[in-house]
């Protein structure tokens, strides 16, 4: 099943307008939200994001987020999803085609579930990474459906036989094509501040609290290739990648090539706070 508007109905019933503004200019939003064991994990984070990004576009939701919610998770227990994702998306609707916003228009809201393991095996190993530049848009902090910018750096990535890529703009690192990257400096976590050219990360805010409960310092500033290239350690995070350790960069290892030890202690506190989670909600 999955869901469209406030219901839920077979795939197959789904009619996508020729004239849907996502469809035609990526004119919409989306959010992608983890559950694990039948639970879902930061809905309350996501949806507050979706809000923003729908304000920050001058877009509405076509319902109160309480109601969504609810939807969404009427929507994976009906899917019986144990772990995996709900893929979220808003489009400003249907309307002629002219750049600008239509008079009239309803947003379209469809949502549907996926099962997705775990990545145990990309979080245990690290992965290895490409640099390229971030050629994307100047509003990178709202989470749009245009992706393009995302797309060819991906592509890129997977070209390189590489997992990620990590986007450098004007010389600074400002985050993955789908992920946010943290480097570990004398004993210190440094990202990129969350502005307008990175997506303020779910998973990056978990992971400012759990470094605070480790009594690990977290610093949003601008760091360069340079400081990326001779990081004590490298990490990435996402929803679905969780707090993966980045091993080698442009094909050279970090440091000694594997994950680093406060990786692995952030994620076993993050693997702490999943089942927290389902322990809270069962
Ligand atoms: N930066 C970008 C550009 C992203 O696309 C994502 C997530 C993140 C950072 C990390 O944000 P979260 O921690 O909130 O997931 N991208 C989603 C996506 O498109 N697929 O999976 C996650």
Not at 58 to 80: F, G, I
Not at 89 to 112: C, K, M, N, S, W
Request: charged share 30%.
């Amino acid at each position: 099943m999955i869901l469209v508007q406030d219901k839920l109905m077979e795939q197959k019933e789904l009619h996508i307008g020729m004239e849907d503004r996502g469809y035609q200019f990526g004119d919409g939003i989306y959010e992608v939200i983890r559950i694990y064991n039948g639970c879902f994990f930061g809905m309350d984070e996501h949806l507050t994001r979706l809000e923003r990004s729908a304000r920050e576009l001058q877009m509405s939701l076509p319902y109160a987020k309480d109601l969504l919610k609810k939807r969404l998770e009427d929507l994976a227990a009906v899917n019986n999803v144990k772990d995996g994702q709900v893929y979220l998306q808003v489009t400003r609707g249907v309307a002629e085609r002219t750049h600008h916003f239509p008079d009239h228009a309803d947003g379209v809201l469809i949502a549907y579930t996926k099962e997705a393991p775990r990545p145990y095996q990309k979080m245990a190993d690290g992965i290895g990474v490409i640099t390229t530049e971030d050629i994307r848009w100047l509003r990178c902090d709202i989470k749009s459906l245009n992706l393009l910018g995302n797309v060819l750096s991906k592509q890129k990535a997977k070209d390189a036989g590489c997992d990620e890529a990590i986007l450098i703009r004007d010389g600074i690192v400002t985050e993955g094509s789908s992920s946010n990257v943290f480097i570990v400096k004398e004993g210190e976590l440094v990202t990129h501040p969350a502005d307008n050219l990175i997506l303020n990360g779910i998973t990056r805010n978990v992971l400012f609290k759990i470094a605070e409960e480790s009594q690990l310092n977290v610093v949003e500033k601008k760091f360069g290739m340079d400081d990326l290239l001779n990081a004590d350690e490298v990490m990435i995070t996402s929803t679905t990648m969780e707090i993966t350790p980045v091993v080698t960069i442009d094909g050279k290892p970090v440091q000694d090539g594997k994950p680093g030890p406060i990786t692995k202690r952030l994620q076993e506190k993050f693997n702490l706070r999943i089942h927290e989670v389902q322990s809270v909600e069962n």
